[in-house]
């Protein structure tokens, strides 16, 4: 079993930064990908961002392209997502997660994911 633990977020106004972390315990060998959602009130949970841990290569969506930074830490176990220029779009429940799925396709489909952060709130408002 593995556990994902959130941390981070918070209140921010439009234009701030915000860093959310999330560390993973318990069985932690043999995740190839560590992944951002989110979900917004009214939305579909959204990929924001994901990582691989063998190449360290990462993949963005296109709201988060440019603004948003995702790096893992292998020997912490640990995947960060520091986040600049926010706006009240971005407002939203984050979510860690990693799946066991070692394809490349998919990966900003939910449903691809085995374990879940227990998420945290992110707040854009002035």
């Known amino acids: 079993q593995l556990q994902l633990v959130q941390s981070g977020g918070g209140l921010v106004q439009p234009g701030g930064s915000l860093r959310l972390s999330c560390a993973a315990s318990g069985f932690v060998s043999g995740y190839h990908v560590l992944a951002w959602f989110r979900h917004a009130p009214g939305k579909e949970r959204e990929g924001v961002s994901y990582i691989s841990t063998s190449d360290g290569s990462t993949n963005y969506a296109d709201s988060a392209k440019g603004r948003f930074t995702v790096s893992r830490d292998n020997a912490k176990n640990t995947v960060s997502l520091e986040m600049n220029s926010l706006q009240p779009e971005d407002t939203a429940v984050y979510y860690c997660?990693?799946?066991?799925?070692?394809?490349?396709?998919?990966?900003?489909?939910?449903?691809?994911?085995?374990?879940w952060g227990q998420g945290t709130q992110v707040t854009v408002s002035s």
């Open positions: 997660a990693v799946t066991y799925y070692s394809g490349s396709k998919y990966l900003f489909d939910s449903r691809m994911y085995d374990y």
